[in-house]
């Protein structure tokens, strides 16, 4: 039983920041990595960015390199997005998630999610 709690979405204005979170709780499991996607109304699922749990290692999806930053606190199990400078395109539901296996950046490795947090860019 493991679950991915997201939270820090809202509204901003295009050019603002958001910092998303993502605690997870009950069962502790292992996991290779955890990640961001987002996916927009009338739009698939897409990757956003992943850091692998022990090396820290991180992927960025083209659109947000830059402005994205993900990071991981082992001891609050949490993950973390810091998005800056925010564009309108960036509108979605923003989905944490686990996995134990490469690859990172496709959905299909990812087993556990969490349901998903709002954010709105006004331009």
């Known amino acids: ?3 991915l709690v997201e939270s820090g979405g809202g509204l901003v ?23 961001w996607f987002r996916q927009a ?3 698939e699922r897409e990757f956003v960015a992943a850091i692998t749990w022990i090396g ?5 999806a083209d659109s947000v ?18 998005m800056n ?7 979605a539901v923003y989905y ?3 996995c134990d ?10 087993d556990h999610w969490g349901q998903g947090t709002q954010v709105t860019v006004s331009s």
């Open 1 to 3: 039983q493991v679950q």
């Open 13 to 35: 204005q295009a050019g603002g920041s958001l910092r998303l979170s993502c605690a997870a709780s009950g069962r502790t499991f292992s996991r290779y990595a955890m990640g």
């Open 41 to 43: 109304p009338g739009k």
């Open 56 to 60: 820290g290692s991180t992927y960025y």
């Open 65 to 82: 390199k830059g402005r994205f930053t993900i990071s991981r606190d082992f001891a609050k199990n949490t993950l973390y997005l810091q």
């Open 85 to 91: 400078s925010l564009k309108p395109e960036d509108t």
């Open 96 to 98: 944490c998630a686990a």
């Open 101 to 110: 296996r490469p690859p990172v950046t496709t959905m299909r490795e990812y």
